[in-house]
């Protein structure tokens, strides 16, 4: 089966806000699995709905598996929120959609996220380091932003520009 594509910048539809999900439909299941099988492929530790062109208020985690040979034990939530954070971080970022770049973004150090799982039971995880990091990624993505809006100005704009001209290279070949 063919994966999903993933969104890349400067995508407009990585910018909208999502839709809270009121019912869990077999359509949102099928969204869910196909959502944890590009995160294994691509490879990445987590992935928002948006990515996928999808406007709904979803994520999938998985911070613990990261080699082919490790265990997968994808989280999936549905309408994540951050109820509670604390203190500050600095960790180096990226992003499948938005290809080769990476860069230092301050975030919450410790936060608890609360949300559903796909059969309505309630989720709620303090999370710190890397893992409180992917939750806040990830949600920013729900709110269409991306790490990159947290960076100074002129380092997104340097981006903006090589990005640019490697989208045009690619449509020139
Ligand atoms: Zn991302």
């Known amino acids: 089966m063919a994966l999903r594509e993933v969104l890349s910048f400067p995508d407009p539809l990585l910018r909208r806000v999502s839709e809270p999900i009121e019912e869990v439909t077999d359509e ?25 062109g999808v406007a ?4 999938v985690v998985d911070t613990e598996w990261t080699e082919e040979e490790a265990e ?6 549905v309408n994540p929120v951050i109820t509670h954070s ?3 971080i600095v960790w180096e970022e990226g992003c499948l959609s938005v290809p080769d770049f990476t860069a230092e973004v301050e975030r ?12 309505g039971k309630p989720i709620r995880e303090e999370a710190e380091e890397l893992r409180a990091v992917c939750f806040q990624h990830e949600i920013d993505h729900l709110d269409g932003v991306l790490f990159i809006d947290h960076i100074s100005r002129l380092k997104r704009m340097l981006y903006t520009k090589k990005r640019k001209k490697q989208l045009a290279a690619e449509q020139e070949s």
């Open 86 to 88: 604390e203190g500050k």
């Open 72 to 77: 997968r034990n994808p989280m999936v939530v």
């Open 28 to 52: 949102l299941r099928e969204l869910a699995r196909d959502m944890c099988d590009v995160m294994y492929d691509e490879p990445g530790i987590g992935l928002a709905a948006p990515q996928v």
């Open 56 to 59: 709904v208020r979803m994520i």
């Open 108 to 119: 919450k150090a410790k936060v608890v996220l609360e949300g559903h799982d796909l059969d």
